[in-house]
């Protein structure tokens, strides 16, 4: 169980950092910085991985109403310009600077969750494997999975037929499925392969069927 081992070795207030949604064919990667009360955390914060969407839902609103909060959000169209990578290092940058100006200073020093940090200026330590080692960054990945979930349900009612709902955007068959038969979205990462692949198709198909 992560715990606040890191978080006493820094100069505080300490704030854990970690992305969602890296790995999608669809949608946003959203980040999340989360700065833990001294007293009244919430009990059950880990991972966000090996907890239910009931539970993330239940800690992140408990989250929000105790510790400090920022969250940093890069869109698909960026993610295709920067590459996945800078989009993540860049929504990981909002998501501190988001919570700078809540908190009224700079984060004495951040946890980042990974091997790498992005360029900026806070003093920060990368953590691998730190959603399960620190309490701070356990709960930036409870609130970022959140919220990237609820972007991507809502996507769903728009777009029914790639199943978001449940797979939220990862390439799972019903998602590959729906992407051959019916098109990338407008939500689609153009940048990724299969994605890419698709756009390809559906060009091949509309030039075939202009020129018959």
Same mark, same amino acid.
């Given at each position: ?22 790995? /999608? $064919?669809? %949608? ?6 989360? @700065?833990?009360? +001294?007293?009244? !955390?919430?009990?059950?914060?880990? &991972? ?77 330590? /990368? $953590?691998? %494997? ?6 701070? @960054?356990?709960? +930036?990945?409870? !609130?970022?999975?959140?919220?990237? &979930? ?63």
């Amino acid at each position: 169980m992560p715990g606040m081992k890191h978080e006493k070795l820094c100069v505080g207030p300490v704030a854990g950092v970690d992305e969602a949604g890296r790995g /999608p $064919l669809a %949608g946003p990667v959203v980040a999340a910085a989360v @700065i833990l009360p +001294a007293k009244g !955390v919430p009990r059950g914060i880990d &991972d966000s991985k090996k907890l239910s969407a009931s539970e993330r839902e239940r800690l992140c609103a408990r989250l929000k109403g105790c510790a400090i909060v920022g969250i940093g959000i890069v869109q698909p169209e960026e993610i295709d310009t920067l590459n996945i990578y800078w989009a993540t290092m860049k929504a990981m940058t909002l998501a501190v600077d988001a919570l700078a100006i809540e908190l009224g200073q700079a984060p004495g020093h951040v946890l980042v969750d990974g091997n790498r940090l992005p360029r900026w200026t806070y003093p920060a330590t /990368p $953590l691998v %494997g730190g959603d399960a080692k620190s309490l701070s @960054i356990a709960a +930036a990945s409870i !609130v970022a999975k959140h919220t990237r &979930d609820l972007i991507m349900i809502a996507a769903a009612d728009v777009h029914p037929e790639y199943n978001w709902h449940s797979n939220k955007g990862y390439g799972c068959a019903h998602h590959m499925k729906a992407l051959r038969d019916h098109g990338p979205t407008p939500i689609h990462r153009r940048s990724f392969a299969p994605v890419a692949a698709a756009y390809l198709a559906r060009e091949g198909l509309f030039a075939k069927e202009t020129t018959s």
